[in-house]
Each structure stands twice: as structure tokens, then as C-alpha cells.
């Protein structure tokens, strides 16, 4: 992890919890006063009741945290239609997906809601304290205890390594490597992608985690990227375009009907 990082103590409610996701992560804990002080670039605080990841200029106010609830436009009951370029995308006889590249977990809340099963891998240890504490408030939502859903299984950990050990092989495996940006973006989305840049570094070995994905899908792999990126993988089975993003399909063997 390139960037420094403290855990803060600012809610007593959450001391013990604070405590332990310093001696977790093996970092720092301090007081919010302290921190002021300290020449660390990053924090992890438990506010407004969730984890949040935020800058010194948001010490008293604001930070980033897992969204749980649907982004503008997209459909709030569930299951959630599958309509879309991103539904399109993954399938529509797709059952399993694995997102081997989580962030911020958006595009994986967004296919849990479509009512697809998920398992969500990442490789940050800071990425998955704030991704644990996101699904851990959406298993308290009344809409997934009233259906007895099962959030996604989150799995931490380098995403090349882990998919040559799955327990069993999903139906697609989904991809959304950091490309260099080129676009203007909004503040808030630009805001998440550098902090990721800051913590994770640049997706170097992307070409790798796409050529071991090839080999561990079981009918497709996914790959978004900008519009004007280049393919990942080379020329794509099918793509699906939607705002400054695109979705290449490779499909796996002969599987060309589903």
C-alpha cells in the first residue's frame, strides 16, 4: 500500500471498534486532534454511523464510504430489471459473478440488486474494511431480511492468486481495472478514483488478471473500461456502451447463446 494511513477515534461509541481496525490493519490510532499533526495523508473513521476514508481536509466533516443504496437512475426494488449495458453485459442466463476487481463495489451492489449471486474480491485491506462495513449495513436492510437474501461474499486478497483456488467456477468473471483517466468526471467520482490510485497504485499486472480470468470463467468474462480505452483483451466477443464506459465480452469457448 503506497499511501500512509491512520485510524481515528472520534466517536467513543466506536472506540473498541476503532481499536481493533487499527491493530487489524496495523496501523495508527489517533485522536482527531493529533491528527492534525501527523503528516499521514489518509484516515479511516467510524461517522455518521459507517466506515468512512477520508483526507486531511475532511477531518471534520464529509468522507468517502461504500453506497449501499442504488446510484441516480438505477431501479431501487429488487429484483431490479436487468436492462442496460451493463446487464447485457454480464448475461442474461448468468447466474454466479465474480468481481475481481471490487473498489468501491458500486457495479457489484448494482448486479446484487438485479438479483444475481455475488462474490466480491479485493486485494486492499483498507478497500475491504470499508467494503465489509458497507455489506454489513446492507444485511441490515429491511428489503434484504425480508427476502432472507445473502449480501455478497467478499474475499480479500491478490485477485490473480485467488482465481486458480476458487471452490467452484462462476459463470462470469467481471473487470474493472483503473485506466489512466481522460475524461472530466464528477467531483465525487474523481475524487474515489484517485484515492484508489493513492492506496492501490496503477493496475499494472491488469493484462495478467485478465488472461488468468480467461482461464477460470466459466462462460464469459467482462471487462469496463472508458469508451476510448483499448480493448483489454483484444477484440471482444460483443461490446455494450453507456456513458464514457463500454463493456467488452469475451465468451469462453463455444458458449456463444448465452
Same mark, same amino acid.
Given at each position: ?77 429488487? &429484483?431490479?430489471? @436487468? !436492462?442496460? #449495458? $451493463? %446487464? ?8 454466479? *459473478? =465474480?468481481?475481481?476487481? +471490487? ?77 489512466? &483517466?481522460?475524461? @472530466? !468526471?464528477? #467531483? $465525487? %467520482? ?8 493513492? *492506496? =492501490?497504485?496503477?493496475? +499494472? ?54
Amino acid at each position: 500500500m503506497r499511501a500512509e494511513l491512520a485510524v481515528l477515534a472520534e466517536d467513543d461509541n466506536y472506540l473498541q471498534q476503532s481499536r481493533h481496525l487499527a491493530d487489524k490493519l496495523e496501523r495508527p490510532l489517533l485522536a482527531v486532534a493529533d491528527a492534525k499533526q501527523q503528516d499521514i495523508p489518509f484516515f479511516l473513521v467510524y461517522r455518521d454511523h459507517c466506515l468512512k476514508l477520508l483526507d486531511k481536509a475532511l477531518l471534520k466533516k464529509g468522507g468517502l464510504t461504500v453506497n449501499i443504496d442504488p446510484r441516480p437512475g438505477e431501479q431501487s426494488s429488487y &429484483p431490479a430489471s @436487468k !436492462k442496460g #449495458a $451493463l %446487464a447485457q453485459a454480464v448475461g442474461r442466463k448468468t447466474q454466479t *459473478i =465474480l468481481d475481481a476487481t +471490487t473498489g468501491w463495489a458500486q457495479d457489484s451492489l448494482a448486479l446484487f440488486r438485479m438479483g444475481y449471486h455475488m462474490t466480491c474480491l479485493e486485494r486492499s485491506p483498507v478497500m475491504v474494511a470499508l467494503i465489509e462495513d458497507g455489506f454489513s449495513r446492507l444485511a441490515q436492510k429491511d428489503w434484504v431480511i425480508r427476502r432472507q437474501l445473502q449480501v455478497p461474499e467478499l474475499i480479500s486478497g491478490n485477485s490473480i492468486d485467488r482465481l486458480q483456488n476458487l471452490a467452484s467456477q462462476p459463470d462470469c468473471i467481471y473487470l474493472d481495472p483503473m485506466f489512466p &483517466p481522460k475524461r @472530466k !468526471k464528477s #467531483a $465525487l %467520482a474523481k475524487k474515489g478514483m484517485n484515492v484508489l490510485r493513492d *492506496i =492501490l497504485g496503477d493496475d +499494472t499486472d491488469k493484462q495478467q488478471l485478465f488472461m488468468t480470468a480467461m482461464q477460470h470463467a466459466g462462460k464469459r468474462v467482462v471487462v469496463k473500461s472508458p469508451d476510448d480505452a483499448e480493448p483489454l483483451g483484444g477484440q471482444p466477443s460483443m461490446s455494450y456502451a453507456s456513458k464514457l464506459v463500454r463493456y467488452d465480452v469475451y465468451l469462453i469457448g463455444e458458449n456463444q447463446n448465452v
